[in-house]
């Protein structure tokens, strides 16, 4: 796969894929989409003393480090599980400037990316990363989940990603209350989510999107 690094307005970067023609991030600020979506309206949202996440798409591994920053800022632990079927290679990773803009050390970032694959790493005392290599197709987890980071490639580009179905697998592994939070606010799969028993609500986006998706299991 052919994979383009990209500057966005925000100043961070993202990877732009033309045999698709999707971009892993906003062009308007990968930076600022992720902090809107996942971390305000994800990871702060949870009272939890501790939370169980999970990631569907690992990417550039943007949303796990400002996850790992915040948990550790506030010392609340994380157990954090992203699927991921195309990781990137150790030279994109390298050009990648989220460490800098948050001024964190590289080696933080770079041990997300380096971690073994298959089995519990932990990265810092209170955040564990478990990262396993496949399609989302095939979900399942022995873990519950407390928060869920749906963020796999658009609807329009992979739509067997954003069925009822999976959705439906995914449910199964989270808590009743828990939340599952997503850039997309397609018609569809929102009618997806509610299929697979969650109450879905619409939050105003990130610049250059004007909604996004809640959803909470029920």
Not at 97 to 102: A, G
Not at 142 to 161: H, K, M, N, S, T
Request: include cysteine.
């Amino acid at each position: 796969m052919i994979r383009q690094l990209i500057l966005t307005e925000d100043g961070s970067h993202t990877i732009f894929v033309p045999e698709m023609g999707e971009h892993y991030h906003s062009v308007h600020g990968a930076m600022q989409e992720s902090l809107h979506i996942f971390i305000q309206h994800g990871f702060n949202q949870i009272q939890a003393k501790e939370l169980s996440i999970l990631e569907i798409g690992f990417g550039t591994g943007l949303n796990a480090l400002l996850t790992l920053l915040i948990s550790n800022a506030d010392n609340k632990p994380v157990i954090y599980e992203t699927w991921e079927k195309f990781p990137l290679s150790s030279e994109e990773i390298r050009k990648l400037n989220y460490p800098e803009i948050l001024k964190c050390e590289r080696s933080l970032y770079n041990s997300l990316h380096q971690a073994a694959w298959e089995i519990n790493v932990p990265i810092t005392p209170i955040f564990t990363l478990r990262k396993i290599e496949s399609d989302i197709l095939n979900f399942h987890s022995d873990r519950i989940f407390d928060l869920v980071y749906f963020d796999a490639f658009g609807p329009d580009f992979q739509p067997e990603l954003w069925t009822a179905e999976v959705f439906s697998k995914i449910a199964a592994c989270q808590r009743k209350g828990s939340r599952l939070v997503t850039y997309s606010a397609k018609g569809q799969v929102r009618r997806n989510l509610r299929e697979a028993g969650y109450m879905v609500e619409k939050a105003p986006g990130p610049p250059g999107k004007r909604e996004i998706t809640i959803a909470i299991k029920t």
